[in-house]
């Protein structure tokens, strides 16, 4: 499963009201033990509601005032949205998730806090979009998604970033994005599976990602490599400064 | 004393690399049709890229990213694919200009129609960008474009009293003969011109191709706020110039060919070779920076390894964006719209544009997170957002008016 | 700002529907002779400044002759679109036949001009681009009439 099928989904309660869409998702690093990186991120929380401009603006925080108007006319309101814990879900189906509870049930957390023990994650505003950087500093492209692996006991955990256009169109959903799906499946052939990434390769997650592998040895390098080789390389001059 | 010489250096590179094919027509136009009732849009306009540039000049040097790499991650991938396929679209309209621009100032030399030298010019444009290193490809063609101050001195044997024309063109709204629709459609294109998108996501990007530190935010503030309003200054002149000599006359400017005429007339074939060769440079300059933008932009949204300041191998599908957009333009400069079409179109889409390429710039500055203890304070902050309320009503009525108006005629 | 092309690409629609369909009122006639004057007197004054530049040796024989021949392509097409309009009535006739033997005429000069400017013949372009002053004063006069 993809983070991509949890977030946009619509959400129902016990008595089939729709609550709203899942605009985030919470990560908890408490899970079983994955490379370098540490234990892995289990999924803690959905927090209902889409996100606004005003959270992307990172007007949920404190340090981030300016500018006033701004923050204002985008409204801070977008805290106390309601959230619920991976128990709280009776069935994933399609685009939909019921759950057990009743929306006035839900918990309605002002924000992203931080627990005494592990770490909360953000996965849309920290973890979603961001720059793998390798070991050479060199950029090794986005986390364009990521995978979930369902598990017997307790939520899911997050094992591998996705990265490239095969998870890009997805994220992007709609037209454009089955577009980019029908040009990656073309250009590599065989699976049309995105390039996976393991968790396991994680240094650390900070403004950008950092991994513990250089950018050549993953699978999101392919398409590079492949302009490389075919183009840039032909052209005299390409490996000067 | 090394730091003054080259703090100096920047803004004579600043300066010189100002003026593009957009400021070229759009000011000489306007000068020609409206004298300088509109020299105040060009006032305003270079106080907003000076905001905005050196906004994204210190996000890049705060946080080591440029703009873009940064607009997908407060704005998600959805949004910033929208911001980026409308920047892409009109920055390939720019690059087009600006190919087609220098392929009009070469037939101005040698009478040889502007067509054949699209290509060639623009296969120079690509050496270049491959060959020459960053900072000595920004440094040689930004002050060579210095060579435009000539159009300064034009201005002043045209019209010794300037300044008493000046002052006395402060009323506000067009000549009887042209209506406020034009006016307001001149207006914005004067906008578009002085604030193309292209420089701020080249700014910050150069930024970090220049290994920018925060001890160079003094340099990245004396190049934006004393370079760029020097660059300002031409523009006027070259609005000036277009005024003294064509309005008097009902000349109508819709041509490189006639921006020589006031220049020769005043300072003759010296002046015109300055002109000329200043032409060449800051059109060049700006051709360079608009291709890299191409190749920035993309590369920065798919997280794919961009710049210079890596070898050309470590960077494959940067340079491919790059050389594939210099192909397009090349198509387009050689379509039947003639290169003057091509910048008009480019400048209004780059006004109606604006809002979405400074928007994020305005929220990250705030954010401590990229910014550390450089955010912006709150005096920035009020004059950035009243310009992006300004920029929004101009986006919002730039179609319209290029309709009612019929592209301004 | 012309948007030469532009306006050729959409309102190419117009114009061959001007042609097809009369232009329904003579007040629109008039408008777009107004226009066609005021396009050709700008053409004609910038070959005057350019003449009087290259007789005085200000600029370069290839300069010139591309100014010359960049606004004889503008003068040359205001007329063509102008000539291809059908008048709708009496009075529009009128209007094209006090406007088009002037315009012809420029243009006919400002030919001459841009020959004499590709032989590099620089100091004899001042004469030959004097009749334009007259014309050039003439066609304004129209314009302003036409409004």
């Known amino acids: 499963m993809r983070l991509s099928d949890l977030i946009g989904s619509v959400v129902v309660d016990a008595e089939g009201d729709e609550i709203g869409d899942v605009g985030d998702v919470w990560l908890m690093q408490d899970g079983p033990p994955m490379g370098v990186f540490g234990a892995a991120l289990r999924v803690d929380r959905l927090v209902i509601g889409r996100f606004g401009l005003a959270s992307r603006a990172g007007y949920e925080r404190p340090d981030v005032r300016g500018p006033v108007i701004l923050a204002r006319l985008l409204g801070r309101g977008t805290k106390h949205r309601p959230v619920a814990s991976w128990s709280d879900i009776a069935a994933i189906e399609e685009g939909r998730i019921r759950l057990r509870r009743r929306s006035g049930d839900l918990e309605r957390p002002p924000s992203l806090e931080q627990p005494a023990t592990g770490r909360h994650w953000s996965a849309g505003l920290e973890l979603l979009d961001r720059q793998l950087v390798d070991p050479d500093g060199m950029m090794a492209g986005k986390v364009d998604d990521l995978r979930l692996e369902l598990r017997d006991e307790g939520p899911p955990i997050v094992t591998e970033i996705l990265a490239g256009p095969g998870a890009l169109a997805r994220r992007i959903g709609g037209r454009p994005g089955a577009w980019i799906a029908s040009v990656h499946a073309r250009l590599h052939t065989g699976s049309g599976d995105p390039a996976a990434i393991s968790f396991g390769v994680v240094g650390k997650i900070g403004d950008h990602v950092t991994l513990i592998v250089s950018r050549k040895d993953l699978a999101t390098f392919e398409a590079e490599a492949w302009a490389r080789d075919h183009v840039i390389a032909k052209i005299p001059g390409s490996s000067e400064a | ?409 | 700002m012309r948007f030469r092309r532009a306006r050729q690409l959409i309102a190419l629609l117009a114009v061959t529907a001007a042609c097809i369909a009369p232009t329904r009122t003579e007040a629109a006639y008039q408008a777009k002779a107004g226009d066609t004057a005021e396009a050709v007197v700008s053409a004609a004054r910038t070959v005057l400044v350019t003449a009087r530049v290259a007789a005085a040796g200000q600029s370069f024989g290839p300069t010139l002759a591309v100014t010359v021949a960049d606004v004889e392509a503008d003068a040359a097409s205001a007329r063509d679109a102008f000539a291809s309009i059908q008048p709708p009535d009496a009075p529009s006739d009128a209007i094209r036949r006090h406007l088009l033997p002037e315009v012809e005429r420029a243009v006919g000069v400002i030919e001459l001009v841009r020959i004499a400017a590709r032989r590099d013949l620089l100091d004899r372009l001042p004469a030959i681009a004097a009749p334009l002053q007259p014309i050039a004063a003439r066609l304004d006069r129209l314009a302003t009439r036409f409004g």
Request: one cysteine or more; hydrophobic letters at 60%.
């Open chain 2, 1 to 409: 004393m090394k730091k003054v010489f080259e703090i100096f250096l920047g803004i004579l590179t600043a300066f010189g690399g100002f003026v593009d094919i957009g400021d070229l027509v759009a000011n000489a136009e306007t000068g020609a049709r409206f004298g300088m009732r509109l020299a105040g849009v060009v006032l305003v306009g270079v106080v907003g890229i000076v905001i905005y540039a050196e906004m994204s000049g210190r996000v890049a040097t705060m946080s080591k990213r440029p703009v873009f790499d940064v607009i997908r991650e407060r704005l998600g991938a959805r949004v910033a694919l929208v911001n980026l396929a409308a920047s892409f679209f009109i920055n390939l309209l720019t690059v087009a200009a600006e190919i087609g621009g220098l392929a009009l100032v070469i037939q101005l030399v040698t009478g040889i129609n502007y067509l054949l030298w699209v290509p060639l010019v623009a296969i120079a444009v690509w050496i270049v960008l491959w060959k020459v290193r960053f900072s000595i490809m920004e440094k040689v063609f930004g002050l060579s474009g210095l060579a435009l101050v000539v159009t300064a001195l034009a201005l002043w044997r045209l019209d010794p009293g300037f300044v008493n024309t000046l002052a006395s063109a402060r009323g506000f709204g067009p000549p009887p003969t042209e209506s406020w629709a034009t006016y307001a459609f001149f207006a914005i294109a004067l906008l578009g011109a002085a604030m193309t998108p292209y420089e701020v996501f080249f700014f910050s990007s150069g930024a970090v191709e220049e290994h920018w530190t925060r001890k160079d935010l003094l340099v990245n503030r004396a190049n934006v706020y004393i370079g760029f309003p020097l660059g300002g200054v031409l523009s006027l002149a070259i609005m000036g110039c277009s005024a003294a000599l064509f309005e008097p006359r009902g000349v109508s400017v819709d041509h490189l060919s006639q921006v020589t005429l006031p220049v020769s007339a005043t300072v003759g074939k010296l002046g015109l070779v300055f002109l000329l060769y200043g032409m060449f440079a800051a059109i060049f300059s700006a051709a360079l920076e608009t291709a890299l933008s191409a190749g920035y932009t993309v590369s920065q949204f798919f997280g794919w390894q961009w710049g210079k300041f890596v070898r050309p191998r470590e960077a494959a599908r940067f340079h491919i964006v790059i050389l594939l957009s210099l192909c397009v333009a090349v198509l387009i400069a050689l379509s039947t719209l003639d290169p003057i079409a091509v910048t008009e179109y480019s400048i209004v889409l780059a006004a109606a544009a604006l809002p979405l390429t400074y928007l994020p710039i305005l929220i990250v500055a705030n954010d401590p997170a990229y910014m550390k203890d450089k955010t912006n304070s709150m005096f920035l902050n009020a004059i950035a957002f009243i310009f992006l309320v300004v920029l929004m009503i101009v986006s919002i009525a730039t179609i319209p008016l290029m309709i009612w108006t019929k592209g301004g005629a």
